[in-house]
């Protein structure tokens, strides 16, 4: 005779096994002290260095408590601090039970949270060259409502942007330990474990400093292998990273079986600047008649200007052009004024 399990006993039996799997299969986030240093001449902070996924270093982090007083009211912010490989703020938060708070313990809205995170991410605020008394308008106070014959100074209007209101001295502590010597020395601990796949890693990223620095850092004669990236960036790059990316592309990967066709497809996803950085570089370059193809069939989608530039491109390309492509630009008008 079998023995029957019941119900509720095999939901158990498997409850468990699903979370002995779990807490199996799940890495374990690796993390090691990168170093230590003081704030404030003499508050001691461990920096530490999280390691990604693919084990790869990813961001380093620190709980940092530091008293702000704001005059004669003072209190404890614990904050759990972010950074990036190049020691550019990345986020923070909170723990539990220690919310960032104003004047009169009022604790941050969510606006509040998002403007100090902002001015955070912003190391070359004016803060950088002021000290606290002079953001504190002297002849504008303000009177506690919670402890006895505390008061603060007004927020300077000069500085207002620059600062969460009812937080100055918050603001003023968090951006200097966030920007100040800690940044300098995430930058030189993360120099030595930035090689290759940590490059290939950062210019995949969305991070506008990581896609600047890894293109600065790339040798000459490695472009070849980081093609795929650089032309990424052309379309999906950060900022201004576009510009520096197109450029950092040599010749020699333009005229590239491999890639020309791709580089002349970036037309159809780029803006109207970067389509006209494009066909600048494409004005010189010898082109293949399958790519010819490609940029002759964006001619309905480009401007009169734009139209002559594919034109003249394919006069100084005559010997590669099609019957069907030399058609459709006689059609388009695309040949250039003599």
Same mark, same amino acid.
């Given at each position: 005779?079998?023995?029957?399990?019941?119900?509720?006993?095999?939901?158990?039996?498997?409850?468990?096994?699903?979370? $002995?799997?779990?807490?199996?299969?799940?890495?374990?986030?690796?993390?090691?002290?990168?170093?230590?240093?003081?704030?404030?001449?003499?508050?001691?902070?461990?920096?530490?260095?999280?390691?990604?996924?693919?084990?790869?270093?990813?961001?380093?982090? #620190?709980?940092? @408590?530091?008293?702000?007083?704001?005059?004669?009211?003072?209190?404890?912010?614990?904050?759990?601090?972010? $950074?990036?490989?190049?020691?550019?703020?990345?986020?923070?938060?909170?723990?539990?039970?220690?919310?960032?708070? /104003?004047?009169?313990?009022?604790?941050?809205?969510?606006?509040?949270?998002?403007?100090?995170?902002?001015?955070?991410?912003?190391?070359? #605020?004016?803060?950088?060259?002021?000290?606290?008394?002079?953001?504190?308008?002297?002849?504008? @106070?303000?009177?506690?409502?919670?402890?006895?014959?505390?008061? #603060?100074?007004?927020? !300077?209007?000069?500085? /207002?942007?620059?600062?969460?209101?009812?937080?100055?001295?918050?603001?003023?502590?968090? $951006?200097?330990?966030?920007?100040?010597?800690?940044?300098?020395?995430?930058?030189?601990?993360?120099?030595?474990?930035?090689?290759?796949?940590?490059?290939? @890693?950062?210019?995949?990223?969305? !991070?506008?400093?990581?896609?600047?620095?890894?293109?600065? *850092?790339?040798?000459?004669?490695?472009?070849? =292998?980081?093609?795929?990236?650089?032309?990424?960036?052309?379309?999906?790059?950060?900022?201004?990273?576009?510009?520096? %990316?197109?450029?950092?592309?040599?010749?020699?990967?333009?005229?590239?079986? !491999?890639?020309?066709?791709?580089?002349? =497809?970036?037309?159809?996803?780029?803006?109207? @600047?970067?389509?006209?950085?494009?066909?600048?570089?494409? *004005?010189?370059?010898?082109? /293949?008649? !399958?790519?010819?193809?490609?940029?002759?069939?964006?001619?309905?989608?480009?401007?009169?200007?734009?139209?002559? /530039?594919?034109?003249?491109?394919?006069?100084?390309?005559?010997?590669?052009?099609?019957?069907?492509? %030399?058609?459709?630009?006689?059609?388009?008008?695309?040949?250039?004024?003599?």
């Amino acid at each position: 005779m079998k023995k029957r399990i019941c119900v509720p006993a095999l939901f158990i039996l498997l409850s468990g096994i699903q979370i $002995w799997f779990s807490s199996f299969t799940k890495q374990k986030e690796r993390r090691e002290t990168a170093f230590e240093t003081t704030i404030k001449d003499s508050i001691a902070v461990r920096v530490e260095l999280v390691y990604g996924k693919d084990d790869l270093p990813d961001y380093y982090f #620190s709980q940092i @408590k530091t008293p702000v007083c704001e005059d004669s009211l003072c209190y404890l912010v614990t904050i759990d601090l972010y $950074w990036d490989l190049l020691g550019n703020f990345q986020n923070y938060k909170t723990p539990k039970g220690n919310p960032l708070t /104003k004047f009169d313990h009022i604790r941050f809205t969510n606006a509040d949270h998002a403007k100090m995170k902002a001015i955070l991410a912003n190391n070359e #605020s004016s803060l950088r060259d002021h000290a606290v008394e002079s953001l504190v308008d002297p002849e504008k @106070k303000k009177k506690s409502a919670v402890v006895v014959d505390a008061v #603060s100074g007004a927020t !300077n209007t000069a500085v /207002k942007d620059e600062v969460v209101e009812g937080a100055l001295y918050s603001t003023y502590t968090l $951006w200097h330990i966030v920007n100040g010597d800690i940044a300098g020395k995430i930058r030189e601990h993360s120099r030595p474990l930035i090689n290759e796949t940590v490059l290939r @890693k950062m210019l995949g990223s969305d !991070n506008a400093h990581y896609q600047y620095y890894a293109l600065n *850092k790339i040798p000459e004669q490695d472009l070849d =292998k980081f093609a795929p990236l650089l032309i990424r960036l052309v379309s999906e790059g950060s900022s201004f990273v576009p510009y520096f %990316a197109i450029e950092k592309i040599p010749l020699r990967i333009w005229t590239s079986e !491999n890639f020309q066709v791709t580089l002349v =497809k970036l037309i159809g996803k780029v803006e109207f @600047k970067m389509q006209n950085e494009i066909l600048n570089k494409l *004005k010189d370059i010898k082109l /293949k008649s !399958n790519s010819l193809d490609i940029l002759i069939s964006y001619i309905p989608k480009l401007n009169a200007n734009q139209r002559q /530039k594919v034109g003249a491109i394919a006069n100084s390309n005559e010997a590669a052009l099609s019957a069907k492509a %030399a058609a459709a630009v006689l059609k388009s008008n695309a040949i250039p004024n003599p």
